[in-house]
């Protein structure tokens, strides 16, 4: 069995709002949605190599839906941590924190979706004969 790529789906309030947020702050574009009665009820957003799926919570304005999606945390390779960081204030996204010093000089940074999302930002790895190595 050969995989050829995974595909995160997430399950979001408001479809139109991540596609938004994606596309406005991370550079994804929107490649196919899906509307029922007005309503975006599904995404698949690309920026480059990766992909990213929308889809709207079953849950919808239910009393037993979820505030944040605290359990989930996606993990970004980015070539220039500071440019993005500087980019991303730019456009109004506060809740950037300053750069963290995570051991071995790496500096990450964080922060969350509409949705809740925990988004890490870190240094591209570095392919050293077919290995990944963490920068």
Avoid at 42 to 57: G, N, T, Y
Avoid at 70 to 80: A, E, R, T
């Amino acid at each position: 069995m050969k995989l050829r790529s995974l595909v995160p789906v997430l399950d979001v309030r408001d479809v139109d709002a991540s596609i938004e947020f994606y596309c406005g702050a991370l550079g994804f574009t929107l490649q196919d949605k899906v509307e029922w009665g007005g309503k975006t009820e599904w995404a698949l957003l690309c920026c480059d190599q990766v992909h990213l799926m929308l889809s709207v919570s079953q849950q919808g304005d239910s009393e037993d839906a979820p505030s944040q999606h605290g359990d989930g945390m996606f993990f970004l390779y980015h070539d220039n941590l500071e440019s993005l960081q500087v980019y991303l204030g730019s456009r109004g996204y506060e809740s950037v924190p300053d750069a963290l010093q995570l051991g071995r000089g790496k500096r990450d940074f964080y922060l969350r979706d509409p949705d809740g999302y925990v988004l890490w930002f870190s240094h591209k790895p570095v392919i050293d004969g077919g290995t990944a190595t963490g920068s």
